[in-house]
């Protein structure tokens, strides 16, 4: 196995981002590609890691950037700042996340017809976006991620499968937002699952997340079983 990776830049409404593409060279065929959307903290080592993760087990990772080029920064306010104003403008949000789906499917190793993306925290309400605007693509995986409706999609079709993976005492999540996306995913017409890991707080795929006083906690469990559920998932997609 030879796993390569390059950066990718592409380009909504003047704005350019850049994201990091990672695929095993050996396999020779383009491969299903995988959408990698990030955490308030940006596309960072976490999501490059995720993007490797998936072309080790044959598929094309790409870790994707709503926030544009050159905004990589550990400065907590900077990036909560960039993500409240991708919140209250999801249209917006939505545009960055589609111009980084069609950026995956335009590279010669990818099988522009076998996509899906997965997001983690603010990634994950991203990936529920990108499935609520109607987009054709095979599925989308939600980790520990915001649930609230963006407000522009009501009446939409969803046509690819989708798998939430939530923490139950998240209290970003709260039990009454599990049921209203539940609500509003059937609604939609959508083919989805939702699986709650008892006893398990925000951020739990994350093992730098270690501040349970604010609902934030890595669980090793979680994260394992969270990432066997997903390769499960991702095999029903595309195999």
């Not at 830049?9 to 704005?15: L, N, S």
């Not at 925290?121 to 649930?147: P, Y």
């Not at 699986?195 to 795929?205: E, P």
């Amino acid at each position: 196995m030879a796993i390569q990776t390059k950066l990718v830049e592409y380009e909504e409404a003047g704005c350019i981002m850049e994201g990091l593409l990672a695929w095993d060279d050996n396999l020779g065929e383009p491969r299903p590609g995988v959408l990698v959307a990030h955490t308030i903290a940006g596309r960072s080592d976490f999501e490059e890691h995720r993007a490797w993760q998936l072309a080790e087990l044959g598929y094309v990772g790409f870790a994707a950037d709503v926030y544009g080029k050159g905004t990589r920064t550990t400065d907590i306010d900077q990036n909560r700042a960039m993500m409240q104003a991708l919140l209250g403008d999801r249209p917006r949000l939505q545009r960055h996340l589609l111009a980084a789906l069609d950026a995956m499917r335009m590279q010669e190793v990818v099988d522009e017809t076998a996509v899906a993306a997965m997001g983690f925290c603010f990634g994950g309400l991203g990936v529920l976006d990108i499935a609520r605007t109607g987009e054709e693509l095979a599925g989308v995986i939600s980790f520990h991620g915001l649930l609230g409706a963006p407000g522009n999609t009501a009446g939409n079709v969803i046509s690819s499968k989708v798998l939430v993976l939530h923490g139950w005492d998240d209290p970003m999540a709260t039990p009454e937002q599990v049921v209203a996306l539940a609500e509003e995913l059937t609604a939609m017409g959508a083919d989805w699952q939702l699986l709650g890991f008892g006893n398990t707080m925000h951020a739990f795929t994350n093992p730098a997340a270690n501040v349970p006083e604010a609902g934030k906690l890595f669980s090793e469990d979680a994260d394992r079983r969270s990432w066997a559920l997903t390769n499960s998932f991702l095999t029903e997609l595309f195999d």
